[in-house]
C-alpha cells in the first residue's frame, strides 16, 4: 500500500534561518506531489505541485520554493524565513495527472520567532 | 478566478441533531467534488466524493453529500451526528483533466455529547 512520509512534525526557526521541509511517498510511481499551506479559518492554501521529477508549478510567488530531485521526493525550501512563514505544511500526493483524491501526510508545523 | 465557499466557519450541535454543511464552487466547466475530514490531532482524509453519476453520493460514516449543478453546490448532510465527529471539514473542486484541488476554507464542527 502507499504510505506518505513528512518530516520533520515540528520545526522553530529563526527569522532569517533556511528551511527545508521533506516530503516522500512510498508503494507507487510517478506520482502528483503537492505542498499545501494550511492556516486557521483559511482553508488549504496550494502553494506548489510537480507532474514529475524537475517539474516544479508555483501557485502563489513568496518566500518559498520547491523542488523534486527525485520521482517520490518533495521538498519544501526557503533561504531566507519569514514570520509571515509561520504555519502548517501539509504534503499530498495523487496518482497520475487523472482526476482523484488527494492522499495527505500528517503535516509539518512551522514556528517561525 | 475559481472559489469555494463554505458557508460557516463554526458548527456546534448536540448529539443526534442533523448536520448540514454548505459548499459552494464557481468553475465554469466539469468539475470533481470532495470533502475531507480532519479529525483532532489527524490528517486530512477523504470522506467522500463525486465525479459523475448519481449527484447523490454517499461516504464513510453515514455521511452523504448532494450535487446540485444547477446551484453549483455540494452540502454535506448527516442525519445524526455523533461526538466522535467533531471535526474540521473541508470541501475541495477540481476541474475535470486538471491536477490541481481548490479549498474551501473549512467549518469546525463541535458535537457536545
Known amino acids: 500500500s502507499q504510505t506518505i512520509h513528512q518530516w520533520p512534525a515540528t520545526l522553530v526557526q529563526p527569522v532569517g534561518s533556511p528551511l527545508s521541509l521533506e516530503c516522500t511517498v512510498e508503494g507507487t510511481s510517478n506520482p502528483n506531489l503537492y505542498w499545501y499551506r494550511q492556516a486557521a479559518g483559511r482553508g488549504l492554501q496550494l502553494l506548489f505541485y510537480?507532474?514529475?521529477?524537475?517539474?516544479i508549478s508555483s501557485e502563489v510567488p513568496q518566500n518559498l520554493s520547491a523542488s523534486r530531485p527525485q520521482d517520490r521526493q518533495f521538498i519544501l525550501s526557503s533561504k531566507k524565513l519569514l514570520l509571515s512563514d509561520s504555519g502548517f505544511y501539509l504534503c499530498?500526493?495523487?496518482?497520475?495527472?487523472?482526476?482523484?483524491?488527494?492522499?495527505f501526510g500528517e503535516g509539518s508545523r512551522l514556528t517561525v520567532l | 478566478a475559481q472559489s469555494v465557499s463554505q458557508h460557516n466557519h463554526h458548527v456546534i450541535l448536540s448529539e443526534a441533531a442533523s448536520l448540514e454543511l454548505g459548499c459552494n464552487y464557481s468553475y465554469g466547466g466539469t468539475v470533481n467534488l470532495f470533502w475531507y475530514v480532519q479529525y483532532p490531532g489527524q490528517h486530512l482524509q477523504l470522506l467522500l466524493k463525486?465525479?459523475?453519476?448519481?449527484?447523490l453520493v454517499k461516504g464513510i460514516k453515514g455521511f452523504e453529500a448532494e450535487f446540485i449543478k444547477s446551484k453549483f453546490s455540494f452540502n454535506l448532510r448527516k442525519p445524526s451526528v455523533q461526538w466522535s465527529d467533531t471535526a474540521e471539514y473541508f470541501c475541495a473542486v477540481s476541474l475535470t483533466g486538471y491536477s490541481t484541488l481548490t479549498f474551501g476554507k473549512g467549518t469546525m464542527l463541535l458535537v457536545s455529547p
Open positions: 499530498a500526493w495523487k496518482q497520475g495527472p487523472s482526476t482523484g483524491e488527494l492522499f
Open positions: 463525486y465525479f459523475s453519476g448519481d449527484p
Open positions: 510537480s507532474v514529475g521529477i524537475g517539474q
